[in-house]
């Protein structure tokens, strides 16, 4: 038997009998962009705005609702696009029924934002019209056109992204970093994109560097720096340590430039690490006028490599990490006493006195006896020093490189080898049929010992730099020591001449950097 077919009526008007004059009139917002603050880009952002303006205004059923903008925001992107944004909130509240822009690169340059926004929207019925493409969202092949046109889009972004890129190297391979100076406090711009010392601010930083010298520790000078008013480079009076750990690290200030210290890891999200040798770094040596003297910065970085080699701690003062045990070895660490009354003060006492089986029988020291056991030990060491030359002679020997210098040389050969296997194993791969798993063990062997080989490299060139600072340092604090009278303690050459210190019972011996050892009675 054949199926009854039963026609169920409609029960909506397709139709709503208005008359055909009837005008419906349309929410319509315009939304412009462009992409940089550059002054070349701003013709074309007004140009946007201005036409969105007039376009909008002739049509009869059209009503203007607003001319959304963002300047200088990139399109690969929603997320920082504040004029994008509260465009789109009040397209979804039903106070736009239609959006007008130039292209689908300008609405944005990556797929998802794209086919995401275009999509809420028109769940909620709103339109939006790409006018280089002529593309109607609405219509039935919009999405599609859609779809192709930006990736296209993000495609380009991509190009535009990997050409900025290699004109930043390029760039940066001549020696001409990209400087924020927003973010440096103590330089400001100058005449042909130069370096210029701001007197303003420069105070501040060489405060910085005296005060850490001086013995301060990181939190002190956080403090100091607050009570005197001194600003940061945002203006703020209030000081984060890190913000002074990082400042008291910067190579800028002895008036150089390491390049590329950063690397941006994807080109949509413009997600940044830090480069750990992804990509080279340059490193530009007298590139300006430096606001802290390079032997003082130098001795500023060895300083915070012997106070903050093994720690994060902001709370390390002058002589942390220079006192030892001698019973036990370990160090002595800033205690202190009585802090609950007015009259709190500061000992040095060994870390583990009391954790052993057995209790340390090294004193507790103050900072006053330490200093005087010192200019003992320093008097001492003037007498033996009065030979200029033997001095330097011992301190070139405390720090000598030859034998690092060499290691370097050796090292480069060996990569120089590696470089040459790599250009046969390749040409013969490409001559002659081989087994390419065969191929490859060999290529990743020869690249993993080439890896090895550069990674050495770098850690003896990083000591070599070291030796070479510490020498110069030390040297200088030796001259002062043998031109001018020892009479107070100096944190400066403190830190400068001292390796450590070992407490015993009744005495101190101290280990200069140059190798002399002087023990002197508490």
Known sequence: MAPKITTIPATRRLHTGASLSAQIIRKVAGYARVSTDHEDQATSYQAQVDYYTRFISSRADWQMVGIYTDEGIS????????????????????RIDLIITKSVSRFARNTVDTLTTVRALKDKGVEVYFEKENIWTLDAKGELLITIMSSLAQEDSRSISENVTW????????????IAYANILGYKRGEGDTMV?????????????QLFLDGKSIVEIKHILEAEGH????????????????LLRN??????????????????TKTTKVNEGEVPQCYVTGHHEPIIDPATWDQVQVELST?????????????????????????????????????????????????????????????????????????KLAVELEAPSQMREAIALAFATDELEA?????????????????????????????????????????AKYQRACAKKVALETEVANRTSRRRSVQAA?????????????????????????????????????????????
């Open 75 to 94: 399109g690969t992107s929603t997320r920082r696009r504040q004029g994008f944004q509260s465009m789109v909130e009040d397209a979804l509240a039903g």
């Open 167 to 178: 004109g930043h190297r390029k760039r940066f391979a001549d020696g001409k970093p990209i």
């Open 197 to 209: 010392i701001d007197e303003t601010q420069a105070p501040t930083v060489r405060r910085i560097y």
């Open 231 to 246: 600003r940061t480079s945002r203006g703020n009076t209030r000081w984060a340590t890190t913000t002074i750990r990082s």
């Open 251 to 268: 190579e800028k200030y002895r008036g150089d430039v390491l390049i590329q210290t950063t690397i941006v890891t994807d080109f949509l």
């Open 307 to 379: 106070r903050h080699g093994s720690t994060r701690c902001s709370k390390t003062g002058l002589f942390s990490s220079r006192l030892k045990c001698a019973d036990c070895g370990n160090w002595y660490g800033r205690k202190t006493w009585a802090s609950n009354t007015p009259s709190k003060y500061t000992v040095w006492q060994c870390n583990h006195k009391y954790q052993g089986d057995t209790v340390c029988t090294t004193p507790t020291v103050r900072d006053g006896q330490i200093e005087a056991a010192y200019l003992k030990a320093l008097g």
């Open 407 to 447: 290691d370097i040389a050796q090292i480069e050969e060996q990569t120089a080898e590696l470089e040459a296997t790599f250009d046969e194993l390749i040409a013969q791969n490409q001559t002659a049929v081989q087994d390419q798993a065969v191929y490859l063990k060999r290529f990743e062997a020869a690249e």
């Open 478 to 522: 030796y001259e002062t020591v043998l031109t001018e009278p020892v009479n107070r303690f100096e944190p400066r050459q403190w830190s400068a001449l001292i390796d450590h210190a070992i407490v015993s019972q009744d005495r101190i011996t101290f280990n200069f950097k140059s190798g002399h050892e002087l023990a002197i009675r508490l």
